[in-house]
C-alpha cells in the first residue's frame, strides 16, 4: 500500500526531494511515511526519523495507541482493553507461550511430541485472528481471510487417538508429574481449559465461530494424552491422586 501510494504521487508530478504519504492502517490511524526521491526511485520509512542514506528504519516496537487502556481489533473496531474478546485473545496468547516451553521440553527430551506442538502454536495464531475479527464489524473479506477450518478439529481426535493407542488404560485420577515434559503439557492443557472457558461467551453471542470452541475444546484433551505420552517415553512414573485421611 505504502508503494502504491508512492508511485501515485510519482505519476501526479511531484518534483520535490523529499515528501511524505500518508497511510491509513486500523493500528495507527493515519500515519506519515517520509519519502526519499533518488534518480525515480523511491524509499519510505516505518518511522519519521528517515535517514539521509534512504535506507528504512526500523519500526518502532511501541506505538502508544493503547495508552487510554483500548486496543484495536482486525476489524478496525477500537474495545476497551478488559473487553472479553481481548481477555480470550490473551488467553490464548498465554496458552501459547505454555506450549512453546513445552516444546522446549520435548525437544530435549526427544519424544517426538515437538512437530505437532509448532502445528498447534501456529493454529493458535489462526484462533487470535479468529477472535480478533467479529462479524458484527468486520467485512466479508476479513471475515473469510480469518475463518477457521473444522478440519483442524478433526485433525487433533486423529491426534490424540492415535497417541492415546500407545497409552495403559487409565484407572486412577493422576496429578500433573511424570518429568518435566509431561508436567508442562499438563500447565498447557490447565491454561488452554481457562481459554476455552474466555472463548464460550464470544461462540455464544455469535462473534467467534463454533469451529474455534471445540478446537480448544479438543485441544486440552490433547494435552492430556500428550503429558501422559511424555511421561511415558521419558520413563517417569505419573503420580497417583490419593484421597486425604482426615
Same mark, same amino acid.
Given at each position: 500500500?505504502?508503494?502504491?501510494?508512492?508511485?501515485?504521487?510519482?505519476?501526479?508530478?511531484?518534483?520535490?526531494?523529499?515528501?511524505?504519504?500518508?497511510?491509513?492502517?486500523?493500528?495507527?490511524?493515519?500515519?506519515? *511515511?517520509?519519502?526519499?526521491?533518488? #534518480?525515480? #526511485? +523511491?524509499? +519510505? $520509512?516505518?518511522?519519521?526519523? /528517515?535517514?539521509?542514506?534512504?535506507?528504512?528504519?526500523?519500526?518502532?516496537?511501541?506505538?502508544?495507541?493503547?495508552?487510554?487502556?483500548? $486496543?484495536?481489533?482486525? =476489524?478496525?473496531?477500537?474495545?476497551?482493553? &478488559? !473487553? /472479553?474478546?481481548? /481477555?480470550? @485473545?490473551?488467553?490464548? !496468547?498465554?496458552?501459547?507461550?505454555?506450549?512453546?516451553?513445552?516444546?522446549?521440553?520435548?525437544?530435549? =527430551?526427544?519424544?517426538?511430541? &515437538?512437530?505437532? %506442538?509448532?502445528?498447534?502454536?501456529? %493454529?493458535?495464531? &489462526?484462533?487470535?485472528?479468529?477472535?480478533?475479527?467479529?462479524?458484527?464489524?468486520? =467485512?466479508?473479506?476479513?471475515?473469510?481471510?480469518? $475463518?477457521?477450518?473444522?478440519?483442524?478439529?478433526? /485433525?487433533?481426535?486423529?491426534?490424540?487417538?492415535?497417541? !492415546?493407542?500407545? @497409552?495403559?488404560?487409565?484407572?486412577? *485420577?493422576?496429578?500433573?508429574?511424570?518429568?518435566?515434559?509431561?508436567?508442562?503439557?499438563?500447565?498447557?492443557?490447565?491454561?488452554?481449559?481457562?481459554?476455552?472457558? =474466555?472463548?464460550?461467551?464470544?461462540?455464544?453471542?455469535?462473534?467467534?465461530?463454533?469451529?474455534?470452541?471445540? *478446537? %480448544?475444546?479438543?485441544?486440552?484433551?490433547?494435552?492430556?494424552?500428550?503429558?501422559?505420552?511424555?511421561?511415558?517415553?521419558?520413563? #517417569?512414573?505419573?503420580?497417583?491422586?490419593?484421597?486425604?485421611?482426615?
Amino acid at each position: 500500500r505504502i508503494m502504491r501510494a508512492i508511485r501515485r504521487g510519482a505519476r501526479l508530478g511531484r518534483k520535490k526531494t523529499s515528501s511524505c504519504v500518508s497511510i491509513r492502517s486500523s493500528e495507527r490511524g493515519w500515519t506519515k *511515511f517520509p519519502i526519499c526521491h533518488q #534518480k525515480n #526511485k +523511491y524509499f +519510505y $520509512s516505518t518511522t519519521m526519523d /528517515q535517514s539521509n542514506s534512504g535506507e528504512v528504519s526500523k519500526t518502532r516496537i511501541y506505538t502508544r495507541t493503547g495508552d487510554k487502556g483500548t $486496543s484495536s481489533l482486525y =476489524s478496525g473496531e477500537r474495545r476497551t482493553k &478488559d !473487553d /472479553q474478546v481481548f /481477555q480470550a @485473545l490473551g488467553d490464548t !496468547d498465554e496458552l501459547n507461550s505454555c506450549i512453546g516451553m513445552a516444546r522446549e521440553h520435548c525437544i530435549v =527430551s526427544g519424544n517426538g511430541l &515437538d512437530e505437532k %506442538l509448532e502445528k498447534i502454536q501456529s %493454529l493458535l495464531l &489462526d484462533v487470535g485472528s479468529c477472535v480478533a475479527t467479529p462479524p458484527s464489524t468486520a =467485512s466479508e473479506r476479513k471475515l473469510e481471510r480469518t $475463518s477457521f477450518n473444522e478440519d483442524y478439529v478433526k /485433525q487433533l481426535e486423529q491426534w490424540i487417538d492415535e497417541i !492415546d493407542k500407545q @497409552l495403559p488404560p487409565l484407572k486412577n *485420577f493422576i496429578l500433573p508429574s511424570g518429568g518435566l515434559s509431561s508436567s508442562s503439557l499438563h500447565v498447557a492443557r490447565s491454561v488452554c481449559r481457562r481459554a476455552e472457558r =474466555s472463548v464460550v461467551p464470544l461462540v455464544r453471542s455469535g462473534d467467534v465461530p463454533d469451529s474455534v470452541g471445540r *478446537f %480448544l475444546n479438543r485441544l486440552s484433551d490433547f494435552f492430556f494424552v500428550a503429558a501422559r505420552f511424555a511421561a511415558q517415553k521419558d520413563g #517417569k512414573e505419573e503420580v497417583i491422586y490419593k484421597k486425604s485421611q482426615h
